[in-house]
């Protein structure tokens, strides 16, 4: 299974997911144009997407996706809700339901629910040939339900979001910095850290800090407080960006950590 997150923040989040053939797109919250060329970076050739997944629907999640189903008219997999939030639902999306498994080629997607000022928000489990992967981001905690989920899993795509501090000191204005900070906002360093501490398990191998923000965080301070967490674990640790792609592989059959590049 490889993971390419071609972008992740504030301004824009997509991810590639590749596994036995089968190849999705989660979130499209990048410019077409940028997307692609990320793709082509990496060797995604855009006519294998069989599929979009979305998250919910935010403009940093969804503001490619209409150019994109012009060029690459694929199903569209989104919650009842985040289809009615969408400003242009694309004609057919939906079927994805909050802890009901659909299977896509050779993935299997568990849609979790996320805590999140939008209609119907998602993180997911994607399961495929024994590989197990939790991405969640865009949630202002981390639910019992969602770390019973997240439980077992062999990558960890989490969100570290702000750093508390930052964000209260920093330049948003007072109304934005409390709807980060609420419950149905984003995940703070210190809240992920401590999900990390109870999901932390043997079978870890990689976790990726996500949807770090430019404004209120910083990925080496993210990579400091997510490394205190896994120290001693020899679980691997990157940071995703805005502005550059990160893959994650965990090739079947080896037991080896997966590369990151
Ligand atoms: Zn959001
Ligand atoms: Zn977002």
């Known amino acids: 299974m490889r993971i390419s997150v071609l972008a992740s923040g504030s301004s824009g989040n997509a991810a590639v997911v590749e596994a036995g053939g089968t190849c999705l797109l989660v979130d499209c919250g990048i410019s077409c144009r940028q997307l692609l060329t990320r793709m082509e970076a990496l060797g995604i050739d855009p006519e294998r997407i069989e599929a979009v997944l979305l998250t919910h629907e935010h403009d940093d999640h969804v503001k490619g ?20 939030g969408m400003a242009a639902p694309p004609p057919g999306a939906g079927a994805l339901a909050s802890g009901r ?3 896509l080629g050779t993935i299997t997607v568990l849609p979790v629910p996320t ?31 969602l770390a ?17 501090d930052m964000l209260r000191v920093g330049p948003y204005p007072w109304p934005l910095k409390q ?78 950590g997966p590369p990151l590049g």
């Open 65 to 84: 996706l209409e150019v994109f189903l012009r060029r690459h008219p694929v199903p569209v997999l989104a919650t009842p809700g985040t289809v009615k």
């Open 101 to 103: 498994e659909v299977r």
């Open 115 to 145: 805590s999140h000022d939008a209609r119907e928000p998602v993180g997911f489990v994607l399961e495929s040939a024994g590989h197990r992967v939790g991405f969640v981001t865009d949630t202002g905690v981390v639910t019992q339900l």
């Open 148 to 164: 019973e989920r997240l439980a077992g899993c062999h990558a960890l795509l989490l969100e570290c979001n702000h750093d508390r």
């Open 179 to 256: 709807r980060i900070a609420s419950r149905t906002g984003h995940l703070s360093n210190e809240q992920s850290c401590g999900a990390l501490e109870r999901l932390v398990h043997s079978g870890l191998e990689v976790v990726v800090g996500m949807h770090v923000s430019q404004t209120n965080n910083n990925p080496g301070l993210v990579a400091r407080e997510l490394a205190a967490v896994l120290a001693g674990s020899g679980v691997r640790l990157a940071v995703a960006s805005q502005h550059s792609a990160l893959v994650v592989e965990r090739e079947a059959g080896r037991d080896a």
